[in-house]
């Protein structure tokens, strides 16, 4: 299942994104948040020209700009407290009223600084990973990965709700897998 949420799909959280925030968005380059999630029965194999994938992944990519990815996250991770609804669509703009009580402020420099990645790989004790250059790829087993692209200042923001509130988005993401 792929779920991407951009300015287009969550307007309501665009709207209620502080003005300040807004004005410095016009001014950065777009940045996303993309979670990848494998359930314990995944299975991915590739020989040649051909791939088959079996088993429960789950998809999450947040783009847009800055201010617009933060205030996604924090709703997601709001979300991920309380019961959620049942299309993303709701999930995406059930708590987007609070938006403006959060802290989701990256610091000026960032207009000028260069971009940067950032990336987590978690995996289970079953996980396991063979592969051939070219020839062949398999993968199975319990992963997620996290990938956070943007300026320095969005990054560690980012980065940082995710670790602080890494709990709740295990819930979320659980949650989406079962629906």
């Not at 992944?57 to 959620?84: D, E, H, M, T, W």
């Not at 049942?86 to 059930?94: K, V």
């Not at 802290?103 to 207009?111: A, E, G, K, M, T």
């Not at 260069?114 to 790829?137: A, H």
Request: glycine share 8%.
């Amino acid at each position: 299942m792929d779920i991407v949420v951009s300015p287009i799909t969550a307007t309501g959280i665009k709207t209620v994104v502080p003005f300040t925030l807004r004005v410095m968005d016009t001014f950065s380059r777009s940045s996303e948040i993309k979670i990848q999630f494998q359930g314990d029965g995944y299975s991915r194999s590739r020989n040649w020209f051909s791939t088959q994938e079996t088993g429960g992944k789950l998809s999450l990519s947040i783009r847009g700009k800055p201010g617009f990815c933060l205030a996604s996250l924090q709703n997601l991770i709001g979300v991920a407290k309380r019961p959620a609804g049942s299309t993303p669509a709701e999930i995406f703009s059930i708590y987007s009223s609070e938006i403006s009580h959060w802290n989701l402020h990256v610091p000026f420099r960032d207009l000028f600084g260069p971009s940067e990645e950032f990336e987590l790989e978690l995996t289970g004790p079953s996980y396991s990973r063979e592969s051939t250059p070219i020839v062949r790829d398999y993968e199975s087993g319990l992963k997620c990965s996290i990938t956070i692209s943007g300026k320095p200042g969005f990054t560690q923001v980012a980065a940082a709700q995710l670790n602080i509130n890494a709990p709740f988005l295990q819930q979320l993401l659980s949650r989406m897998l079962d629906a």
